[in-house]
């Protein structure tokens, strides 16, 4: 592979890992088709908020993946506090059919990200949400792209949505090259 080619990969990586906007707007445009969502658990917990008291959860373990060619994009954990999120958002994360960062731009909400950590973690440091160990659905060998960030929302200061993302290592190898140009000869 040529330096060109390497230091594009690197650019695409970075925006992709420090992107403070939507992830999903990102990976649909390296891969050159429609995503789509496929939920592997969505569990309900509580966790202890810092006024005391306990505050609801939904825990998700999700895929996202292209809907065309199914190539597996990202494997992702999120924890959804309902109680510091839209309703209608609530109810679409409930339903379990889009992911989270289409249901945010299809219904026009503001909302604000921070990023808490990304870069590269080697496989046995791959962990979920809960810090427990996990295995990822795609192939890799040495090291895979992460980022985890918490989503905040217009109407309170509190984050309702925490999320890590690992990034399928082969997703570059995967891109979809645009079309060359048509050009049309026209005789008069």
Known sequence: MNHLADVYKDVIYKLLLTSNG????????LAGEDLELKV??????QVNADNGRLT?????????????????LSHNFAKIYPEFIPNELGNKVSGKTEGIGKSIKNMDIISTRRIL???WKYCPEIV?????????????SEKVPFKEYEISFEQNGRPGIHLLEYFNPAILNNIALPSEPKVELFVK
Request: proline share 2%; glycine share 6%.
């Open 22 to 29: 939507r992830t999903t707007d990102i990976l649909e445009v």
């Open 40 to 45: 592997e658990n969505q569990t309900a917990g």
């Open 56 to 72: 609801p959860y939904i825990y998700r373990e999700s895929h996202i993946i292209t809907k065309d060619s199914k190539f597996i």
């Open 117 to 119: 950590e990304y870069g």
């Open 128 to 140: 979920d949400l809960h810090g427990n160990t996990s295995h990822l659905i795609f192939e890799v």
